[in-house]
């Protein structure tokens, strides 16, 4: 499978990430300050000028080193997120492809994607799904050939399995989730 080209692969789910990175980037920055004026505080007021260097010296690196290091977060986070919403992506296409396309290739997930083990009971279910609906073709044409002979016990017990398929495969899917 080939590499991720595209950074955004889910925008809803990725776009809250980074919205929430942001805002803690925010509230830390606003830490800082707050923490710089609260020291404001704590010393002689007639030192404002002396203070007001200190504190230009000191603190000021703080917010353009953190605003720098703000893409870097963001971009680190969005690589993170591909691994779990490009699967989820995936599996979303997989499941429409599935209601549209009869045969199809198996679902698989990109190697260092989270969920590795997602594809293989959805490709088992995706087979048993074609499986049993080619049984019901099958016994819809013998239905068909029973009824056209004139076979009527030959067409009801082809009924009886079609409904006796129909129960178990029910059952089975609504065991297991």
Request: charged share 25%.
């Amino acid at each position: 499978m080939q590499p991720r080209v595209r950074l955004f692969v889910d925008s809803p789910v990725q776009g809250a990430l980074v919205r929430r990175v942001v805002l803690y980037w925010a509230v830390a920055v606003c830490f800082v300050a707050m923490h710089s004026v609260g020291s404001f505080e704590l010393i002689d007021r007639s030192s404002v000028g002396r203070y007001a260097d200190l504190l230009v010296t000191s603190r000021w690196v703080w917010v353009p080193t953190s605003a720098l290091l703000l893409p870097l977060a963001i971009y680190d986070m969005l690589r993170l997120s591909n691994r779990f919403a490009g699967p989820i992506l995936r599996l979303k296409a997989f499941v429409v492809e599935s209601e549209q396309v009869k045969l199809q290739t198996p679902l698989q997930f990109r190697q260092g994607d989270f969920w590795q083990d997602l594809p293989k009971p959805v490709n088992h279910l995706q087979q048993r799904i074609l499986l049993l609906e080619q049984h019901v073709e099958t016994l819809k044409e013998d239905l068909e050939l029973a009824r056209k002979s004139g076979g009527a016990d030959s067409a009801a017990s082809t009924l009886e399995q079609a409904e006796a398929v129909d129960e178990d495969s029910s059952a089975e899917l609504v065991g297991k989730s």
